[in-house]
């Protein structure tokens, strides 16, 4: 029997027990959490409760269980040596070292290697470490007319990324975010703002071998329309195609040749290889592809699309990445539908949730293969779902094409009441198009 440890108790942790529970070899699940999910309790795993940000918690863990591997789920205790530490007690992960998750956790450290390295789909960018650079900071701001993004240099769950026309509009207050970036993490980053489509690829890697899950494209922005602030993932689409319909063969293309440049920089800059995931945020502009960012771990909501569709046994998978052998998978091997997860948010979401407050689930709720449900941030207690004020439950509709898909996700949606939002326009004709003109429109000029 494998034991395998999964750190973390989101939605995306849901979604990874799940991939692992599927496997042809016999699993036991063992789930260090900072609270109960009760999708993962419901999976069979073993649920310890801690702080996953508690390193000596963490080995401690790790060397009680003695799993065969582990996965580190939330980007926080990736950066903060999570891995590190289990390999400190003889525990491998599917999961890169705190080294290796610098791509993530520090955008100048991978704004940087990209220019060391010759990387393309690099920005015009600024690095600046002090507050008294504001006369640099000025000028570089000046110098692209206001078409700027202004990146916290740390972690801040998806919502360290400010752009210009969209959450700020002029110097002042685009100087206020660099400066609180300084103050917290000792620097910011000042990039070229892209105009373009967005999509993530997101890849599995070894340092040798880049094997690619489909395109898909996220939704960051809170309301409908893309309107209102900024996070951690409002839904993502994927099509039938395991593509999107306003991206093309060459875009995908790309975004792998830049994943691969990446992780053989990585090893080049660090001496050590990148193992685990590399998350892809990239547009597609009239210049050509562009790197957004990089995460060093799934996607939420994207692993909801992704895992739930992955054919290839994933246990297999993560044990030959360790082993440094993902070469011998050949490919990973997806259903061919279309994909469409929301998230079903506690109201007054991001900014002023509703917390501790009952859900109502219905008796008649029954998951299939094409209507699937994670829980993220609710509890269970004394027989009732409880909001945390955070992403509550993220609803997965699959389908023959994008269509099916969202009317599948939509009828699932329907066994949930209480105080609960979503973006309904997600996956709908009217933004697929709206996305398919922008892009048109952007490849002609």
Same mark, same amino acid.
């Not at 070292?97 to 956790?105: N, P, V, W």
């Not at 193992?275 to 939420?300: H, P």
């Given at each position: 029997?494998?034991?395998?440890?999964?750190?973390?108790?989101?939605?995306?942790?849901?979604?990874?027990?799940?991939?692992?529970?599927?496997?042809?070899?016999?699993?036991?699940?063992?789930?260090?959490?900072?609270?109960?999910?009760?999708?993962?309790?419901?999976?069979?795993?073993? #649920?310890?409760?801690?702080?996953?940000?508690?390193?000596?918690?963490?080995?401690?863990?790790?060397?009680?269980?003695?799993?065969?591997?582990? #996965?580190?789920?939330?980007?926080?205790?990736?950066?903060?040596?999570?891995?590190?530490?289990?390999?400190?007690?003889?525990?491998?992960?599917?999961?890169?070292?705190?080294?290796?998750?610098?791509?993530?956790?520090?955008?100048?450290?991978?704004?940087?290697?990209?220019?060391?390295?010759?990387?393309?789909?690099?920005?015009?960018?600024?690095?600046?470490?002090?507050?008294?650079?504001?006369?640099?900071?000025?000028?570089?701001?000046?110098?692209?007319?206001?078409?700027?993004?202004?990146?916290?240099?740390?972690?801040?769950?998806?919502?360290?990324?400010?752009?210009?026309?969209?959450?700020?509009?002029?110097?002042?207050?685009?100087?206020?975010?660099?400066?609180?970036?300084?103050?917290?993490?000792?620097?910011?980053?000042?990039?070229?703002?892209?105009?373009?489509?967005?999509?993530?690829?997101?890849?599995?890697?070894?340092?040798?071998?880049?094997?690619?899950?489909?395109?898909?494209?996220?939704?960051?922005?809170?309301?409908?329309?893309?309107?209102?602030?900024?996070?951690?993932?409002?839904?993502?689409?994927?099509?039938?195609?395991?593509?999107?319909?306003?991206?093309?063969?060459?875009?995908?293309?790309?975004?792998?040749?830049?994943?691969?440049?990446?992780?053989?920089?990585?090893?080049?800059?660090?001496?050590?290889?990148?193992?685990?995931?590399?998350?892809?945020?990239?547009?597609?502009?009239?210049?050509?592809?562009?790197?957004?960012?990089?995460?060093?771990?799934?996607?939420?909501?994207?692993?909801?699309?992704?895992?739930?569709?992955?054919?290839?046994?994933?246990?297999?998978?993560?044990?030959?990445?360790?082993?440094?052998?993902?070469?011998?998978?050949?490919?990973?091997?997806?259903?061919?539908?279309?994909?469409?997860?929301?998230?079903?948010?506690?109201?007054?979401?991001?900014?002023?949730?509703?917390?501790?407050?009952?859900?109502?689930?219905?008796?008649?709720?029954?998951?299939?293969?094409?209507?699937?449900?994670?829980?993220?941030?609710?509890?269970?207690?004394?027989?009732?779902?409880?909001?945390?004020?955070?992403?509550? #439950?993220?609803?997965?509709?699959?389908?023959?094409?994008?269509?099916?898909?969202?009317?599948?996700?939509?009828?699932?949606?329907?066994?949930?009441?209480?105080?609960?939002?979503?973006?309904?326009?997600?996956?709908?004709?009217?933004?697929?198009?709206?996305?398919?003109?922008?892009?048109?429109?952007?490849?002609?000029?």
């Amino acid at each position: 029997m494998k034991k395998i440890l999964v750190i973390g108790n989101g939605g995306r942790e849901h979604s990874i027990c799940d991939a692992l529970a599927r496997s042809p070899q016999e699993v036991k699940l063992y789930n260090f959490a900072s609270a109960i999910n009760p999708g993962i309790k419901n999976i069979g795993a073993e #649920i310890i409760t801690g702080d996953i940000m508690d390193m000596a918690a963490i080995k401690k863990i790790g060397e009680k269980i003695q799993p065969d591997f582990a #996965i580190v789920g939330p980007d926080d205790p990736i950066g903060a040596g999570a891995t590190d530490a289990l390999a400190e007690v003889g525990i491998k992960s599917f999961s890169p070292s705190k080294a290796c998750a610098q791509l993530e956790a520090s955008k100048s450290f991978t704004r940087n290697l990209q220019e060391k390295y010759n990387i393309p789909g690099a920005p015009k960018f600024l690095v600046s470490t002090s507050a008294d650079q504001v006369d640099e900071r000025k000028y570089f701001f000046e110098k692209l007319e206001g078409q700027v993004v202004v990146k916290a240099d740390g972690l801040l769950g998806g919502k360290g990324v400010l752009v210009a026309g969209d959450h700020f509009t002029d110097f002042q207050e685009a100087e206020g975010f660099a400066l609180l970036s300084i103050k917290k993490f000792g620097r910011v980053v000042l990039e070229e703002k892209f105009v373009g489509e967005e999509f993530s690829l997101i890849s599995l890697v070894d340092g040798e071998t880049v094997l690619d899950t489909p395109a898909m494209q996220d939704h960051k922005r809170a309301f409908e329309g893309d309107t209102g602030p900024n996070t951690g993932g409002m839904g993502c689409i994927s099509d039938e195609n395991l593509s999107l319909p306003f991206i093309t063969p060459e875009d995908k293309s790309a975004a792998h040749d830049i994943t691969v440049q990446t992780m053989k920089a990585l090893e080049a800059e660090l001496g050590e290889k990148f193992i685990g995931v590399m998350y892809g945020g990239f547009i597609a502009t009239k210049n050509g592809l562009k790197l957004i960012e990089y995460n060093a771990r799934f996607g939420d909501p994207e692993a909801l699309n992704i895992l739930p569709i992955l054919k290839t046994d994933f246990v297999d998978v993560c044990e030959k990445a360790i082993a440094g052998k993902l070469s011998e998978i050949g490919q990973l091997e997806f259903e061919p539908v279309a994909t469409v997860v929301k998230y079903l948010c506690p109201e007054g979401y991001p900014t002023n949730s509703v917390k501790n407050v009952p859900i109502t689930v219905s008796p008649d709720l029954q998951e299939t293969y094409s209507q699937r449900v994670f829980y993220a941030s609710v509890s269970e207690e004394n027989g009732q779902l409880l909001l945390k004020g955070s992403r509550a #439950i993220g609803v997965l509709g699959t389908g023959k094409n994008i269509a099916e898909a969202n009317d599948n996700c939509k009828a699932m949606m329907q066994n949930f009441s209480g105080p609960l939002f979503s973006r309904q326009d997600i996956g709908t004709a009217e933004l697929i198009q709206k996305r398919l003109d922008h892009m048109a429109e952007i490849r002609n000029n």
